[in-house]
C-alpha cells in the first residue's frame, strides 16, 4: 500500500533552517505530484510546496516564496522541503502528501486532492 513517511521537524529560533524529507513507497513514484501542506492549531490545512514528480515542476504558496525550497531524489523516492529564514508564523504540523492523479496542475493547492497523507512532523519556530 501507499506510505509516506515524514521526518526533520524539530524546534529552531527565529532565522534558524530545518530540512523535512519524505519517503513514499507503494506506487509509481514519477507520475504523480507530492506535496507539502501545514496546519497550526486552530487554523485551516494550507499547501506550503508541491512538485510534479515528473516534470520537475514546483510551486510554493506567497508566504514561504524565496524561503523554502522543495526538491526531490527520484532514486530514492523521496522529497525534501529546505526551510530557511524560519519565523514564528512556520509553526505547525507539516504533512507531506501525494496525488496520483497527475501533475500537480491537477491538484495544487487542494488538500482534497491530495489521496494520501503522512503522518505529520511538527515545526516550531521560537521568536
Known amino acids: 500500500q501507499v506510505q509516506l513517511v515524514e521526518s526533520g521537524g524539530g524546534s529552531v529560533q527565529a532565522g534558524g533552517s530545518l530540512r523535512l524529507s519524505c519517503a513514499a513507497s507503494?506506487?509509481?513514484?514519477?507520475?504523480?505530484?507530492m506535496g507539502w501542506f501545514r496546519q497550526a492549531p486552530g487554523k485551516e490545512r494550507e499547501g506550503v510546496a508541491a512538485?510534479?514528480?515528473?516534470?520537475?515542476?514546483?510551486y510554493y504558496t506567497d508566504s514561504v516564496k524565496g524561503r523554502f525550497t522543495i526538491s526531490q531524489d527520484n532514486a530514492k523516492n523521496t522529497v525534501y522541503l529546505q526551510m530557511n529564514s524560519l519565523k514564528p508564523e512556520d509553526t505547525a504540523m507539516y504533512y507531506c502528501a501525494a496525488s496520483l492523479e497527475g501533475g500537480c496542475w491537477r491538484s495544487w493547492p487542494r488538500a482534497d486532492k491530495f489521496n494520501y497523507w503522512g503522518q505529520g512532523t511538527q515545526v516550531t519556530v521560537s521568536s
Open positions: 507503494g506506487y509509481t513514484y514519477g507520475t504523480n505530484c
Open positions: 512538485v510534479s514528480t515528473g516534470a520537475g515542476r514546483t
